[in-house]
């Protein structure tokens, strides 16, 4: 029997033991998976970055200034800027976990502040009990003592007896009755003053306990605060580090790509808009797009219905047969809404006349969303609406210092004409020299709405040109050419 109650204890013990393994260090599971993921990433984009370079070494030997070079110096900068990335999320972690120390540390001090008060204010206490207590204790000690002097008190009968007269034994039982009252709330004061200090003094030990664990708790969190800050600071200099790296080599990129396309006058954009500065604008975009969101055109039809009644009329059989026919004929007159008369879908102009050659396709290089019409050099070249629709925005995106970026000056027109599945189809046109309209207005089909230019970030004289279909997003860009001629 014994030894089946020791194995039933020793399985709850392991199965205990197991449950505690498997989920008390869950957290720390998890962390170490994220770094080891961490790592891996790392360790692929090192890769790719040293395969990058021999690349480069490689092409850079014949010429820099060619588009293979140039694309694959922008691939380096794409893998710079994940790395970048990696670092930056590394940093926003440390400082989350160095805001969690710092308010731990606040905490464990505000909190020993508190017990400190806590364990002075039980310390008063127990001053003040004690001094009850000895006054109660002394008080309880001389009665006891008064009763020893006194003789035999251990019989109240023998104290009775003695009496002399009924009167004298009413007064003596009456006498011991109000002693005997006295002593026993004196010793019950004394036995709970004594539970008092006891109780006292059990919590401020409990609270010295806690006093100690709390400052030991605070002490290994500034000691892990200094840890932590000090590897914020190395890994915020890495990151500066990182960041100059990427603004170097982004620099001889646009250096690069300026030259080569100097060389061939098909000018285009620089490649370092950033992902922040697209989301923006896509913002800005959606919003016009709803408050000019377009409407269908209405034609009125006119349908002719004629209708033919016949009515026979038949005499005796003596007479001759005579018939009639009646001739009906009705008009009747539908309105209904179509799209627009010409083509209810959608059919694309080139958006410079002048220059229909793409110089720059769709996708030609990682995140290249549109296509480039360069206008070799000359500048206030025509730039027309693609399609008829209502301009939704006509803007300059300018920096602080007034100097152009991205787009430089832009329009966007939302048509009133759709895919052939229906979906709202919105053009944009970028880099113009000047701008001919306004949000709100209706263009036409082929209405001058600019003249080219290079405002933003572009290499010279082009026109940026995108598609977005079923929505205004940059998300929503699709290849030009699909709806051009």
Sequence with gaps: MK????????????????????????????????????????????????????????????????????????????????????????????????????????????????????????????????????????EYCK????????????????????SNGISNLLTRYQMISAVSKQDGELLKKVQQQTDNIIAVKTKLDDENKKLVSTQKELKTNEKNLKSEKTELLRKQEDLLSQQKEIEEQQLDANSLLKRLHDKTKEYGEYRDTTQEEIAAIDDDIEAAAKKYAPKPKTTKQTTTTTTTTTTTKTTKKDDSSKSTAKR?????????????????????????????????????????????????????????????????????????????????????IAHDKTTSSGKEVYTLYAHNNSRLVSAGDYVKKGQLIAYSGSTGNSTGPHCHFEVRVGGASYSDTVDPEIYLP
């Design 143 to 162: 009665r006891i003592r008064a009763i020893y002097v006194s003789g035999d008190q251990s019989s109240v009968l023998s104290f009775l007896l003695f």
């Design 3 to 138: 030894k089946e109650r020791f194995v039933g204890l020793l399985s709850l013990m392991i199965a205990l033991c197991l449950l505690f393994s498997f989920s008390a260090p869950y957290k720390t599971v998890v962390a170490a998976d994220n770094r080891a993921e961490l790592t891996r990433q790392r360790a692929e984009l090192e890769k790719k970055l040293r395969e990058t370079e021999a690349k480069l070494e490689k092409l850079g030997k014949e010429s820099k200034e060619t588009e293979d070079y140039i694309k694959v110096l922008d691939e380096k900068i794409s893998y710079l800027n994940k790395q970048y990335k990696l670092a930056k999320d590394e940093v926003e972690r440390i400082e989350s976990r160095v805001d969690s120390i710092e308010s731990n540390i606040k905490s464990n001090e505000d909190e020993i502040l508190s017990i400190e008060d806590e364990v002075g204010a039980l310390e008063k206490n127990i001053k003040t009990l004690n001094k009850e207590f000895s006054s109660t204790y002394r």
């Design 328 to 412: 009906t004929t009705t008009t009747a007159t539908t309105t209904t809404t179509t799209k627009s008369s010409s083509s209810q879908y959608i059919k694309l102009t080139y958006p410079c006349p002048s220059y229909t050659t793409i110089t720059c396709g769709f996708g030609d290089y990682s995140g290249h969303r549109g296509c480039d019409f360069s206008t070799r050099g000359n500048v206030n070249q025509r730039i027309v609406a693609a399609e008829s629709g209502t301009v939704i925005i006509s803007a300059d995106l300018t920096n602080s210092d007034g100097s152009y970026r991205s787009y430089g000056r832009y329009i966007v």
